[in-house]
């Protein structure tokens, strides 16, 4: 079992507005974001919420996610990671870290992710475009209590960086792999404007 975890959690300063939930298409940015999660082959969806936790919530009423509340959001992304990947079932084969602001994901690049995986006979996958590392991450449970206990200081790239040779770069011509809603620009470049 493949699970997806969503970190949407944060307080989105920069943007100034709960980027998660700004309109995109016929629902919001994490509401897109997790039905392309949900249209994947990936076996099930937990978002991590913090501020604004009933209203990001309620914006997914009537989706197969389950909701898991980060009290430490202000700590950072590394808190809700934590807060996912502890919800997940033990016996979950690995994890799929799926930023709740990057509404380029597709499920085609998330079952593309999950076959390499299985194949690849690597613990860490990263898409990488042009040459540079993205979003999202897939990361055998095999390293749940190291996320759990480590990398305070540099969330989850300290994982990537302490266990190179476990890492497997799968090449993508996606460049929405290197792309999320920070601000009211990445907004609106999202939105096509």
Known sequence: MIAAVVPAAGESRRMGTPKQLL???????????????????????????????????????????????????????????????????????????????????????????????RTCGKGILVPVCGGKRGHPLLVSMRYRDEILACYDDVGLRGLLEAHPDDVFELGVSTPGVLLDVDDPEDYRRELGE
């Open 23 to 117: 309109p995109f298409g016929a629902t919001t940015v994490l509401g897109h974001v997790v039905d392309q999660l949900l249209a994947s082959a990936v076996d099930e969806v937990s978002v991590v919420v913090g501020h604004e936790k009933d209203r990001v919530a309620r914006s997914l009423a009537g989706r197969a996610v389950r909701i898991v509340v980060n009290e430490d959001y202000r700590a950072g992304m590394l808190s809700s990671i934590r807060s996912g990947v502890r919800a997940v079932a033990e016996s979950c084969e690995a994890v799929l870290v799926a930023l709740g602001d990057q509404p380029a994901i597709t499920p085609g690049l998330v079952d593309r992710m999950l076959e390499s995986f």
